[in-house]
């Protein structure tokens, strides 16, 4: 029996992400599989509202969003490390890297293959990101997406010029698993050659690395199992007030958190802790009693309620 349940679905990047955190520690987790088009209920009774993919619940504590997952799993599971050449660093290149990459990689798919897509899935995602869909307007975008993708992955691939194994030196960061899974959507769908990864082969070898990472030990789950385990536990969070909060937000303050780029899904509760890097809030569900929800700070708005 393993304690963290991963909710997600196979062909979500962020997840790859989180899988491959898993693997790196070596963890077994159990896989609750996400639909991929709104509506998720059994997910937004344990998250408030919070939509997006992936999430991880251990018990009654829900991590939203794969940069507070990374940290939670490194927080418990500290040994190996996503850090072996310090914090920071790692963080930001990771951040830079998803920001730059998943987008133009995602457009890229959008516009080309939209037979592999769902029905529903381009409204569901004009609805995600705010924006309207257009396919002609998607296929034109192409050329300068991998005039994107290629500037940035050039300054990924110069990263790897004297040789190293992986972006920071000799073991895999954090750094490698979110500079990696655009690369793999990307390889994911067109092919391992993927362009514009064909001009970079420096790149190409530190993937088969990053993928030989492997997602660790994996067994399934259904979401209403583990809505069961949410009900029966209790949360690990205790008030925490933040000495340094910029605005003097207190715990049992109402406050409401939401992305501040797509799926801007506001999830209410009481504040419980926070601090540089997380917020916690306490919500409730008539199906579930009790949860403790977590965000990062960095990408979400807190608001008084
Ligand atoms: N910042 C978020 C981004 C997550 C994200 O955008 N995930 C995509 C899938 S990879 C998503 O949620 N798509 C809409 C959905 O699955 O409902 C994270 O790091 O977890």
């Excluded at 077994?28 to 509202?49: D, F, Q």
């Excluded at 897509?117 to 381009?122: A, I, N, S, T, V």
């Excluded at 899974?181 to 001009?199: E, I, K, R, T």
């Excluded at 890097?277 to 965000?295: K, L, M, Q, T, Y």
């Amino acid at each position: 029996m393993t304690d963290i349940i991963l909710h997600h679905y196979d062909t979500s990047p962020y997840s790859e992400k989180v899988r491959l955190g898993l693997g790196l520690k070596g963890l077994a987790w159990a896989s609750v599989e996400l639909p991929v088009i709104m509506p998720k209920p059994n997910l937004t009774a344990l998250t408030g509202g919070y939509r997006k993919t992936p999430v991880l619940q251990i018990g009654a504590d829900i991590y939203c969003d794969s940069q507070l997952i990374m940290r939670e799993l490194e927080r418990r599971y500290p040994t190996p490390s996503f850090y072996p050449a310090g914090h920071g660093a790692a963080d930001a290149l990771a951040w830079w890297a998803e920001k730059t990459t998943f987008s133009p990689a995602a457009g890229i798919l959008f516009a080309k293959r939209p037979e592999v897509l769902p029905e529903g899935f381009l409204e569901d995602r004009a609805k995600f990101s705010g924006r309207n869909i257009d396919p002609a307007a998607m296929k034109a975008a192409v050329p300068n997406l991998l005039d994107q993708l290629r500037a940035h992955f050039d300054w990924l691939n110069q990263m790897l010029t004297d040789g190293r194994s992986f972006l920071q030196g000799s073991a895999a960061s954090l750094a490698d698993l979110a500079a990696y899974h655009p690369v793999w959507f990307l390889q994911h769908n067109f092919g391992p050659l993927a362009a514009p990864l064909d001009g970079f082969p420096r790149l190409l070898s530190w993937a088969e690395r990053v993928a030989a990472i492997g997602h660790g030990r994996r067994s399934l789950m259904t979401s209403e199992q583990a809505l069961d385990v949410a009900r029966a536990a209790t949360s690990i969070a205790s008030a925490t007030p933040d000495p340094q909060d910029p605005v003097g937000r207190k715990p049992g303050q109402t406050v409401t958190v939401t992305p501040d780029d797509t799926g801007r899904d506001p999830v209410i509760g009481e504040l419980v802790a926070s601090g540089v890097h997380e917020i916690v809030i306490r919500r409730s569900d008539s199906a579930i009693g009790e949860v403790c929800v977590h965000f990062p700070r960095a990408g979400f708005v807190v608001a008084p309620a």
